[in-house]
């Protein structure tokens, strides 16, 4: 689950927030789409966004690829336009047999 306080000092006609998991491998990089939302007005002022992601479509991936250093990507959009994009770091480890996504300080 990730939830986003922000604020636009324009009206956004169609904002969309899009989210992504990059897992980057020594050799490939995987980017593993999460979800989006559908268009909204947005007026000028203080805002809430959260959105939970149920699976992280990894499962094709091998473990080295996923229990490694990623990115997750919050972009929000106005059309096709990228207002802002909001990064972060991840560090995904394995304790007791059990995957756990670490996000690390902006």
């Known amino acids: 689950k990730v939830g ?6 324009t009206p ?6 899009e989210l992504r998991y990059v897992a980057d491998h020594a ?6 789409d999460l979800g989006k939302t559908e268009p909204v007005a947005l007026a000028s002022g ?17 473990k080295s690829v996923v229990v490694n250093v990623g990115l997750f990507l919050a972009v929000l ?3 096709d336009e990228e207002v802002i994009q ?5 560090q995904v480890v394995e ?3 059990t ?8």
């Open 27 to 32: 050799h490939r990089r995987h980017v593993i």
């Open 77 to 79: 959009f106005d059309g």
């Open 12 to 17: 956004l006609a169609a904002a969309r927030w």
């Open 99 to 106: 995957i756990l996504r670490l996000v690390l300080n902006p």
């Open 95 to 97: 304790k007791d047999g």
């Open 4 to 9: 986003v306080d922000f604020s636009v000092d």
């Open 86 to 90: 909001i990064s972060m770091v991840t």
């Open 46 to 62: 203080a805002h809430h966004f959260e959105h939970e992601v149920s699976d992280f479509g990894v499962s094709g991936l091998k």
